[in-house]
Every structure is written in structure tokens, then in C-alpha cells.
């Protein structure tokens, strides 16, 4: 059991930026891929961005390629999604997620577990 918890959402004006963390208790996330998702109201769970195991991989939804990051800091037990530019269209809840699985997964049945999600909200 892995116990994930998102952090670092709110309101923000449209072209701000906004870095969202998710940390673990009791077990490093160093054994894990790690991804970020987000779904908006009335909407599927979409894809954000996945950081492989190491760090050295990175894999972004074409919607935000150029305007998130993720990034991993394992000695903090925490992965990030830092979001510049952000827009309306970013409004969602944002859900961190880990996988058990060696290689980078888009699809939310990849992943094994999940946090509670954080709101984010960008208003224009």
C-alpha cells in the first residue's frame, strides 16, 4: 500500500503558474514510474505528463508539451508538475499516481496507485 498526497493547488489567473508536489509515507517513490493526471468536470481522466524511475524519462500529453514539467526528487520522497501558462482550459482536479511497472504509462489502468487529487483552478 502506498499512500499518495497531492499538494500545491489553487486559484490562479490566467498566464500564472503553479507547481503542484506529491509525496509519499513510508516507502520512497524511487520504485516507481510516477504520473500525473487531471480530470475535469464532466470529463474523463486524461494524461498529463510520466516520469520514468530514474528520472532520465519523460513523456508529456501534447496539450501541455512546452508548458509543464515533471520532475522527480527521490531524497524528498516527492514528484512535481510545474504548469506555466496556464489557462482556463487547465481547470481540473489533478491526481498523482505510481506505477509498478518499468516503463512509462499514459493509460490511468497502468498505475497502481493514487492520491486524493488537488483543485486547480485558472481563472481568465
Known amino acids: 500500500q502506498v499512500q499518495l498526497v497531492e499538494s500545491g493547488g489553487g486559484l490562479v489567473q490566467a498566464g500564472g503558474s503553479l507547481r503542484l508536489s506529491c509525496a509519499a509515507s513510508g516507502r520512497t517513490l524511487s520504485s516507481y514510474a510516477m504520473g500525473w493526471f487531471r480530470q475535469a468536470p464532466g470529463k474523463e481522466r486524461e494524461f498529463v505528463a510520466a516520469?520514468?524511475?530514474?528520472?532520465?524519462?519523460?513523456d508529456y500529453a501534447d496539450s501541455v508539451k512546452g508548458q509543464f514539467t515533471i520532475s522527480r526528487d527521490n531524497a524528498k520522497i516527492a514528484v512535481y508538475l510545474q504548469m506555466n501558462s496556464l489557462k482556463p482550459e487547465d481547470t481540473a482536479v489533478y491526481y498523482c499516481a505510481a506505477s509498478l511497472i518499468a516503463t512509462i504509462g499514459v493509460r490511468p489502468g497502468a498505475y497502481d496507485y493514487w492520491g486524493q487529487g488537488t483543485q486547480v483552478t485558472v481563472s481568465s
Open positions: 516520469i520514468s524511475r530514474s528520472g532520465g524519462g519523460t
